[in-house]
C-alpha cells in the first residue's frame, strides 16, 4: 500500500501533472499571474513593498478554454460515426458524451483515459489517475485512480492491472464510514473486470465464474503526437493579455496624474505618501511652510494598448491553431474565405483525431465484434449557407440526392437529423406517388367509362 501512495505522490510532483494543474486552473478561470498579480515600490532602504495606494486589477481572459472547447467540439461536437447504429448502441448509452469529455480533458490536461467497464465507457483525467507505463515498450499496463477532497481528508485509489483492479484506502473503515486513524485498508481484494453470471432456476441471478479483458482495458487519449500541453504555446501570451488589460484599467482609474512637490526637500516618502493619501480621500491637501503640489496628467495611451491586445489575441488564435471569426466577419464572405479561415484549426483536429483514432483501435480491441470497427466524424463548420445551399442543388445531378441533402443538413447544422428528414421525404415522397397513380388510375377509369358509354350509345343507334 505504500506503493500506492508513494505512485501519487510521484506523479503529483512530475511536470505532466503539473503543466496539467496549470492548464486547468486557466481553463476555470483562475488565471495563475493575474490572480497573483500586485503593484509594488521600493523604499528609500532599498526593501520592495506592496502599494496599497493604487489600483490593482485582476481581469482574466478565458481565451484557453474558449480555444480548447473549439478544438474538441470542431472534431467531436457531433459525436462519433460508426459502421452501423447497434454497434454504437453496444457502446453504452452515453458513448458520444464520454468521448467528448475524454477529448476536452486531453486538450486542457493534455491526456485523459478511456475505461472499457464491461458494459459501457468511462474517462479519466491526468488529475486523478497515475499512468503505470512498460519501461521496455512504453505501453500502458497499470495505473491507479484516486479521490481525495482535501489533502486532509480520506483518501480512496483503485489500482488497476492486466488481471484485476484492487481498490485501497486510507482513513475509510471497511463498511465506508470514516476512520479515526489515517491507516491504509485494503477494502476490495483484487478481483477480475468481468463477472460471468447466469439465472438460476429460482429466478436468481448467480456469479459463475470471473475473466479478464485480453489486454489492460484503460487507453490514453492524448491531445497530440507529442505528448506535450497544448497550453504551453499560449501561456505567456495569456499573461501577456491579462497584464495588457489590466494595466490599462489601472491607469484609466489613476487617470495618470502625478504630483508635482516643490520645497519638499525635508520631506520622507511615507510624508508625501500621507499627503497623496489626503488628496485621494479628501480631495484637499495642506502643504508644509514654502511648499506647493502642482498636478499633472499623462495620456494615457489606450489605442495603443488596445493595438497590443489584438496582436496578442492573433498570436495566440494563430500558434493554438484556431479558427478566428474576427478574421472573417466583415462583408459578405464566401465558402472560399471562410475554408481558408479554417485550414490552421483543420490542421489542428487532423493531428487530434489521429489520437482519438489511435485510442479507438485500442479500445475496439477489448469489445467483441468490434475489432475491424473504423469510426468516423462530421466536423463542425461555418459556411455561407445560401452559397452552400445552391453549391448543393447544382451538384445533386451528379452527387445525387442524398449526398446534396447531407451538404444542405450539415450547413444547417442538423446532420444528426439527416434519418429523420430522409425518412420524412421518402413518405412524402411515397405519398406523392400515390396520390399520382391515384389520380392516373382516376383517370384511366374515367376514359374507360366514357369509351362504354359511347359504345352503347352507337349500338342503340
Same mark, same amino acid.
Given at each position: ?349 487532423? @493531428?487530434?483525431?489521429?489520437?482519438? =483514432?489511435?485510442?479507438? +483501435?485500442? *479500445?475496439? &480491441? ?5 475489432? $475491424?470497427? %473504423? ?55 411515397? @405519398?406523392?406517388?400515390?396520390?399520382? =397513380?391515384?389520380?392516373? +388510375?382516376? *383517370?384511366? &377509369? ?5 369509351? $362504354?358509354? %359511347? ?7
Amino acid at each position: 500500500m505504500q506503493f500506492i501512495r508513494s505512485a501519487i505522490n510521484d506523479h503529483k510532483n512530475s511536470d505532466l501533472y503539473r503543466d496539467a494543474d496549470i492548464a486547468n486552473k486557466y481553463a476555470t478561470g483562475h488565471n495563475v499571474e493575474a490572480e497573483h498579480r500586485e503593484k509594488v515600490y521600493i523604499d528609500l532602504m532599498g526593501v520592495t513593498r506592496r502599494n496599497n495606494a493604487v489600483p490593482c486589477h485582476r481581469l482574466k481572459t478565458n481565451l484557453f478554454k474558449i480555444l480548447a472547447v473549439q478544438r474538441n467540439s470542431f472534431l467531436l461536437g457531433n459525436g462519433v460515426t460508426l459502421s452501423s447504429e447497434q454497434k454504437k448502441k453496444a457502446l453504452g448509452d452515453n458513448f458520444d458524451n464520454v468521448v467528448y469529455n475524454a477529448g476536452y480533458a486531453a486538450v486542457i490536461k493534455t491526456v485523459s483515459y478511456l475505461y472499457w467497464n464491461n458494459d459501457h465507457l468511462e474517462s479519466f483525467d491526468n488529475l486523478n489517475f497515475v499512468s503505470l507505463f512498460d519501461e521496455t515498450n512504453a505501453a500502458l499496463r497499470a495505473g491507479i485512480r484516486w479521490w481525495q477532497i482535501a489533502p486532509n481528508k480520506p483518501l480512496r485509489a483503485t489500482l488497476y492491472e492486466e488481471d484485476g483492479y484492487t481498490e485501497y484506502a486510507w482513513g475509510i473503515n471497511e463498511d465506508g464510514t470514516v476512520a479515526k486513524d489515517n491507516e491504509g485498508r485494503v477494502i476490495v481484494e483484487k478481483r477480475p473486470y468481468k463477472l460471468i453470471t447466469q439465472q438460476a432456476p429460482s429466478g436468481e441471478v448467480e456469479i459463475v465464474d470471473f475473466e479478464n479483458y485480453p489486454s489492460f482495458p484503460i487507453v490514453p487519449l492524448w491531445a497530440n503526437r507529442d505528448k506535450t500541453s497544448p497550453f504551453e504555446c499560449i501561456h505567456d501570451i495569456i499573461d501577456a493579455m491579462d497584464e495588457n488589460a489590466n494595466s490599462v484599467n489601472d491607469d484609466l482609474t489613476e487617470s495618470q496624474i502625478y504630483w508635482l512637490f516643490q520645497n519638499a526637500d525635508g520631506s520622507d516618502v511615507e510624508q508625501l505618501g500621507q499627503v497623496l493619501r489626503q488628496i485621494r480621500d479628501n480631495h484637499v491637501v495642506a502643504p508644509g511652510y514654502n511648499q506647493t503640489v502642482e498636478p499633472h496628467t499623462i495620456q494615457v495611451p489606450v489605442a495603443e494598448r488596445q493595438t497590443e491586445y489584438a496582436r496578442l489575441r492573433a498570436q495566440a488564435y494563430e500558434n493554438f491553431q484556431g479558427f478566428d471569426v474576427d478574421a472573417i466577419k466583415s462583408g459578405n464572405v464566401v465558402n472560399a474565405q471562410i475554408e481558408a479561415a479554417y485550414e490552421p484549426l483543420n490542421h489542428a483536429a487532423d @493531428e487530434f483525431e489521429f489520437c482519438v =483514432l489511435d485510442c479507438f +483501435n485500442r *479500445l475496439f &480491441k477489448l469489445i467483441p465484434n468490434m475489432d $475491424n470497427e %473504423k469510426a468516423t466524424f462530421t466536423r463542425s463548420m461555418m459556411s455561407n449557407r445560401s452559397e452552400t445551399i445552391q453549391n448543393a442543388n447544382a451538384a445533386a445531378a451528379i452527387t445525387g440526392a442524398d449526398y446534396a441533402r447531407e451538404k444542405i443538413m450539415t450547413a444547417f447544422g442538423d446532420i444528426d437529423r439527416i434519418n429523420e428528414v430522409t425518412k420524412q421525404m421518402q413518405a412524402e415522397e411515397q @405519398e406523392m406517388t400515390s396520390a399520382y =397513380l391515384n389520380k392516373l +388510375n382516376e *383517370l384511366a &377509369k374515367s376514359q374507360r367509362d366514357a369509351s $362504354n358509354q %359511347k359504345s352503347e350509345d352507337n349500338i342503340e343507334e
